[in-house]
């Protein structure tokens, strides 16, 4: 019965580890997509403190960040995930 019990509690942390690892490697690309676009959203408007990150996905993508202005008024601002170049 112990050797069950033990074969059990081994598969689990196993399974539990595995899943971690699995989990965290796939935010990887979400986390770079949230600083590219708060350190945009920081260059192009108002936005001094981001709060919240989320993605939006309708016909195109869009990371949506939450966060407050430099007067400490709440502010939500858009970011296409792509931006068209401009021609300077």
Do not use: C
């Amino acid at each position: 019965m112990k050797k069950v019990l033990w074969g059990i509690i081994i598969l689990l942390v196993i399974s539990i580890g595995a899943g971690s690892v699995i989990y965290f490697n796939s935010m990887k690309p979400v986390r770079a997509a949230e600083s590219k676009a708060v350190e945009l959203a920081k260059q192009e408007t108002d936005l001094a403190e981001a709060e919240d990150f989320n993605l939006y996905h309708g016909t195109e993508t869009f990371y949506v960040i939450e966060g407050k202005d430099h007067d400490g008024t709440s502010m939500y601002v858009w970011v296409p995930e792509k931006r068209e170049k401009s021609s300077h």
